[in-house]
């Protein structure tokens, strides 16, 4: 069976044990897609033998289906029961589903599915799996090496882009990435790209204060977390644009680039310390 909450937080019962791994993967109308990616992630888990995992979607009030796909038996058949051994056929993690009663954007919902999250490492995903999840390992990896946040870069020259997105959308990334650097976070090549994975205590740390609830959030927590002293570090990942992204090309970068200023304001004023040494690795 499916859990399914309209709850941030508390679907399990008290004193059940901590998964290792959350996969939280936000989601908004993607019933067309979304079910090749629950194969793909059940596929995926299934080499991870051993390893106890949470999945938690967070359906930000689709409008074409895609939280009754997530519903679907098939689906729950996927994963096995939070209270439930792993039965066959069953991947060894747990299914949540998180329910937003209105559209309420992508940072929205990934903060909300990683403040639900209890795994001691946090993985982000977008829904597309542009990164192929096993590129985690790598990212794993720098985890256990003493960073506490590491994220996907496609900016890195040992980065591998499959296929690109299209010139002009490369170009208005590229721009943005730029004024990233100039203004906020220089040195980071990519804060755009989905796939990060934080030390869970860090990540329900950082996420627990408001965040934009737009695309330009991961600035805005990355912001947070570097002046807080929170070792980063970009991971080249392999990478592959999928057609049918949410992001408008003009609507959105407007509002990405007033965001981007409203972050640099809150910065000047200290927003984002805490009392501790910046640190940044890369």
Request: overall charge positive; hydrophobic content about 40%.
């Amino acid at each position: 069976m499916c859990d399914v909450s309209d709850r941030v937080a508390g679907t399990e019962k008290e004193g059940s044990p901590r998964p290792l791994f959350s996969l939280v993967i936000p989601a908004y109308n993607e019933r067309i897609r979304i079910r090749d990616s629950i194969d793909r992630i059940a596929g995926f888990l299934s080499r991870w033998e051993g390893a106890d995992w949470e999945v938690i979607f967070v359906d930000d009030g689709s409008t074409d289906g895609t939280g009754e796909v997530l519903a679907e038996p098939g689906v729950c058949a996927l994963f096995r029961s939070p209270d439930g051994p792993n039965d066959a056929g069953r991947s060894g993690a747990t299914l949540r589903i998180l329910q937003n009663e209105a559209n309420r954007g992508k940072g929205y919902s990934t903060r909300r599915g990683v403040l639900s999250s209890r795994g001691e490492v946090v993985l982000l995903s977008d829904v597309d799996l542009s990164t192929p999840l096993d590129e985690c390992r790598t990212l794993l990896r720098s985890l256990a090496g003493g960073n506490e946040i590491a994220i996907g870069s496609r900016g890195l020259a040992s980065s591998r882009i499959v296929v690109p997105q299209a010139r002009h959308r490369q170009s208005m990334g590229r721009a943005f990435n730029l004024l990233v650097r100039l203004l906020l976070l220089p040195g980071f090549k990519d804060t755009q790209c989905g796939f990060k994975a934080w030390r869970g205590e860090v990540a329900r740390e950082v996420f627990g204060e408001p965040c934009l609830s737009g695309f330009a959030f991961d600035v805005e927590i990355l912001v947070r977390a570097v002046r807080r002293g929170h070792r980063v570090i970009e991971v080249p990942v392999t990478w592959r644009n999928s057609p049918g992204t949410k992001v408008r090309l003009f609507a959105d970068a407007f509002s990405m680039l007033a965001d981007l200023v409203m972050i640099k304001v809150k910065d000047l004023l200290g927003a984002y310390r805490r009392g501790r040494v910046p640190v940044l690795r890369g």
